[in-house]
């Protein structure tokens, strides 16, 4: 039997393609239907959620009391007692008890009262100054005789001048002795023991009257031998 189909209608050739496309149609499918996803209705709460009425929780509000202010003090008053002009006011107060022989005590004006002595005025400086006794030779003599070396200042070999300051009386006492300059070894004791025993001075004189007047003296320590 002779075959009628013509050659274009032979598929034969094109069998190939038609397998291949049938093949990645069936992968496609396979591929889509284990990317397809179910989605379940009863994930979405949405339609699920009920709202739920919390009451609210009332405080309640409670005047706070006011303090009770406190009463204000009552001002003082002071009777005042209205006194004509005409009436005279007289402070001199009398006790018709008093008796004659009652003793009174004497007034002592302010001008009688003691008062603390002012000192005087002390010169370093004056017309005529103070002097001892028959003059300076006199007064070294005196020193001379009554100065007694010191055993400390004589073991430890100490000579020098110590000076001493007093104050010559208007009556020529001698007072406010002290040491100026000591060079140690007890001669500024001696000097100041020696000082106070000296007699009366002849006081210094400013404008012929007698003052009192600072003078400074100085002592000599020397070892002999």
């Known amino acids: 039997m002779d075959n009628k189909k013509t050659p274009k209608a032979d598929l034969e050739g094109i069998k190939s393609i038609f397998t291949q ?3 990645v149609l069936a992968l ?3 591929f889509l239907a284990f990317e397809w996803k179910k989605y379940d209705n009863s994930d979405n709460d949405w339609d699920q959620m009920q709202i739920i009425d919390i009451p609210e929780e ?3 509000i409670t005047e706070q009391e006011k ?3 406190k009463p204000k003090p009552k001002p003082q008053t002071t009777d005042l007692e209205i006194v004509d002009d005409d009436e005279e006011d007289d402070d001199i107060k009398i006790d018709i008890e008093d008796d004659m022989d009652d003793q009174v005590m004497d007034f002592v004006p302010v001008d009688d009262v003691v008062q603390a002595p002012v000192e005087a005025e ?3 400086v004056v017309e005529e100054a103070p002097s001892f006794p028959g003059g300076d030779e006199k007064l070294y003599e005196f020193l001379g005789e009554n100065m007694v070396y010191p055993q400390m200042a004589r073991e430890s070999g100490i000579q020098g001048i110590v000076y001493v ?7 020529g006492a001698i007072t406010n002795v002290r040491v100026l300059r000591d060079i140690g070894g007890g001669c500024g004791n001696e000097a100041t023991r020696v000082v106070k025993a000296m007699p009366s001075w002849t ?3 400013q404008r012929g009257k007698a003052v009192r007047v600072q003078f400074n003296l100085p002592v000599k320590f020397t070892l002999q031998g």
């Not at 300051?165 to 009556?171: D, G, R």
């Open 21 to 23: 496309v049938g093949l």
């Open 28 to 30: 496609a499918f396979v």
């Open 58 to 60: 009332l405080t309640q």
């Open 67 to 69: 303090p009770k202010p």
């Open 122 to 124: 002390i010169f370093t």
């Open 165 to 171: 300051t007093f104050v010559v009386e208007p009556n």
């Open 203 to 205: 006081p210094g004189k």
